[in-house]
């Protein structure tokens, strides 16, 4: 049996670290993160968790941290967010690279400047290059999830990537909500033990780790490694489905929201894509044919999936909460247009950058996107594909 | 779906808002209810005005923007009143509760014609009378709970004992001081509607 509970993101990620209880914690606090060491420091001082709990000097060292652990074979995880996570940089395309499995729970938060504790997804974006799987949660239950499955996926031996698991900063970190929590056995017994094939000190195959890659072997490596991130498709079902059977909840790369027969549609990320939910209820009662797609894999970008979703829509907004400043649109439009491109027929598409730096996103705003929308739809003008939303003007 | 009760907390930061709005998730929560209960953050200091929410309903609400139109709001500090717009979108069928030792009457005038129903309640009184020191919080709570009836009475009494029971585990003396102000800010709460 689930337990009902009231939890913060915050609180059910290091909920779920506790039950899972990872050999090390590499920590460095940064808001609005912190709350994860700060709880899982609380386990290990009750005697909760047998984690070794590593307080390092900043996040370029936490990172480095967890490296050092998963290439001896530990499972090893940590928490960061905004200016921590871009200076985990460097380190987290070397853990990628040595191709180490590390779980790090991200609490997206803007990156500076001007300087802002709210949350958007500048500071994960920033990272999707890096070779991490990203999973992102609408809320406390979806983030507590993804969390569960993030090492079965990360482990797994046809992936050995690392992985990011992201909930919006504050906005989900800090709310408390009702949350169905699972019983520590069962979690055990669903995430498993960590038996790598190959680690540093293994007695009759030692390994190195991190060697000089000339030009006549980087390649390989690289192309390896992309078809790691290739192969996480399929793991990311496979555990979504065991996930399904045994806790009874379902995932997938996205969630279609009333999609069977959408006109128009969003593709959303996060806690505004539940927000953006209602707005579709709303616009259903009233007749508009308004569906929604929340993403919840960023990385692997499920691009043929995404483009069969969307392809009998007559127009799409494509909702980035990250700048980007390529002058074309966000991170996220790029991508979709991409996976869209080779469509027979495909829709509109409009990309709109909103919430930076924690500017709130409304059903209002959300009805105002499919109002849009709509007119593109019926034959109107696209206008400006790429435009900003709720700043003022002055 | 039942009617959804949105809640917005203006207090300074270091007070408690954010802890309160916390409570009263609690408190609906162990009454069956689905909640949300969130802090709005601005550069973190102390004795800066903060703002919390809190939504309560039947099912899960999939809505996570801020709440403009709230049904009830709770001022934590009166000094905030004239420098925060406490009223603003506040529904006409709802009311604003506040920490003073002022009557309704006497607030009213400051709610720039707001013309729902104006409660106060003493909660530097009732917390020092009960725990000799001043914790706006709880009383608060229960002003909040009995003003709107998100909450049963009996319920949220019996919930709240057994919560101070785990909390104060270590301190039982001020388990007695926490419901006694419970009991007394429900029942010392005014109205003036």
Redesign the interface.
Known sequence: MSIRD?LSGNEAIATAMRQINPDVFAMFPI?PSTEIPQYFAQYVADGKVDTEFICVESEHSSMSACMGAEAAGCRAVTATSSAGLSFMNEVLYVAASSRLPIVLAVSCRALTGPIN??HDYSDSMAERDSGFIQLYG??NQEVYDNYLMAHRIAEHPDVRLPLMVCE?G???S?????IEIEEDDKVKAFVGEYKPENYLLKEENPLAVGPYGVSNYYMEAHVAQAHAMMNAKKVILEVAADFEKTFGRKYGFFEEYRMEDAEIAMVIMG??A??A??AVDELRESGVKAGLIKLRVFRPFPGEEIAQALKNCKAVAVMDKSEGFSACGGPLYAETCGACFNLETRPKMVDIVFGLGGR????EAAKSVYDRLGKIAAGGEIGDIYTHMGQREK | MGKMVEVRWHGRGGQGAKTAS?LL??AA?LDGK??????E?G??RSGAPITAYNRISDE?C?????I?DPDYVVVVDETLIGSVDVTAGLKEDGAIIVNTSMSPADVRPLLKGYKGKVCTIDAREISVRNLGAYFPNTPMLAAVVAVSGCVERNKFLSDMEESYRHKFAKKPQVVEGNLKCLREAMDEVRSDG
């Open positions: 009231r808001t504790i709210n609408e809320n919006d504050f906005i989900t800090h709310a408390i909500e009702n806690s505004s539940g927000t939910k209602a709130d996103f409304t059903v | 916390q998730a609690d929560f689905f909640v949300q209960s969130f802090p953050y550069p973190e899960r999939s809505i996570h923007s801020n403009y």
